[in-house]
């Protein structure tokens, strides 16, 4: 056996090369180099947690007793907090002692429920492009994937039937994601009523990533799928306070809903872990119970980000569609560079206008038409990016080492 095997284990051969790899080394040559690179490719929210949350996280940690092992249910504290937030926003009633579950974030929940819940060859349905581990966490516990479209309307829906009459095995999973990511998709409650009658009518878990339910810029307010009756029957719903109070290196989220499916998480994660350290599920305790005002400036400052994104790009010549939804616009490759592909598009991106993208491939093969941008910087470093942009655009040049005009100084 060589020294370097890597390639002869199993669950890695199922996981292909990371695609956002390319563009994140281009990206690191360019700053080694000491290029001003403008980087709206990852949903790192930029914003500092508001402080009386870090204050909260502040005085727990002095009081040792919080130094110790924590569990990985989470504190009850912050599971009856997660109930109290259901309650008020959703009208949905939790049981925070079973139908509630802190997780490490809300990755760290949809990957071990996978593997908890998968059997080596069960058929998952996952929108395509959607969030890589609503995927991969299915694969690496052994399941095969099929795509189903991402959009909450009839085509999805008529894909979910024929899924159910034509896969071997029967599907036993469904991922949805609304607000997504990347797509910025917003689904309504009568969508939700659909998939809760098709799970419950072929016996399918619905898993539910509701991480940009906070994330929303119009009139259009994202539901949850709990809302619907009888849908704790067969669906569990993952948050996470990354995006919704800017935590996102806090590694804080939770599952809830159906209570054998939280059973299941539990059980799993009492093998794996301890929970987040006690301070920081105090902390997030504060931030649900304690004022909603920074929610509602975090909304805000992603919708003025939003106009001046998408005002710019369109006026540049870029036609995207503007998000009602989520920190992401899912821009469509201008027709004039979409025979490069998402990957190659966004590397020249890079290179000519020094803008980081998402390419879409790394979210699905039906994604390599379109880059993901995140809103991300603030007002000024998006404007620097819509002028570098425009002056590439202008450029009429799909080359990366072609001039740049001046007009991107």
Known sequence: MSSDSSGEFHRIRRLPPYVFAEVNSAKAR??????????????????????????????????????????????????KALAGYYERRFGVALNPDKEVIATLGSKEGLANLASAITSPGDTILVPNPSYPIHQFGFIIAGAGVRSVPASP????????????????PKPTALIVNFPSNPTAFLADLDFYREIVAFAKKHDIWVMSDLAY?????????????????????????????????????????????????????????SYLDYGAFTPIQVAATAALNGPQDCVEEMRTLYRERR???????????WDMPSPEGSM??????????????????????????????????????????FVRIALVENNHRLRQAVRNIR????????????PVPEAAA
Do not use: C
């Open 307 to 317: 106009d001046v994104l998408i005002k710019g790009l369109v006026s540049a010549g």
């Open 30 to 79: 360019a700053r080694a180099a000491g290029e001003d690179i403008i980087d709206l490719g990852m949903g790192n929210p930029d914003s500092a947690t508001p402080p009386h949350i870090v204050a909260k996280l502040v005085e727990a940690v002095q009081d040792p007793k919080t130094h110790r092992y924590s569990s990985s249910q989470g504190i009850p504290g912050l599971r």
């Open 213 to 269: 339910a906070e994330i929303y810029f119009g009139d259009k307010i994202p539901p949850s799928i709990l809302q619907v009756p009888g849908a704790k029957d067969i669906a569990v719903e993952f948050t996470s306070m990354s995006k919704t109070y800017s935590m996102p290196g806090w590694r804080m989220g939770f599952a809830a809903g159906n209570a054998r499916l939280i059973n299941a998480l539990t059980r799993m994660k």
């Open 328 to 369: 992401f616009a899912w821009a469509p490759i201008p027709p004039q560079y979409a025979s490069l592909g998402s990957v190659e598009f966004s590397k020249l991106l890079l290179a000519r206008a020094k803008v980081a993208v998402a390419p879409g491939l790394g979210f699905g093969e039906y994604g390599d038409g």
């Open 391 to 402: 002056a590439f655009l202008q450029s009429g040049s799909n080359v990366a080492d072609a």
């Open 153 to 168: 309307d009839e085509n999805m829906l008529r894909a979910l039937d024929v899924a159910v009459r034509h896969s071997v």
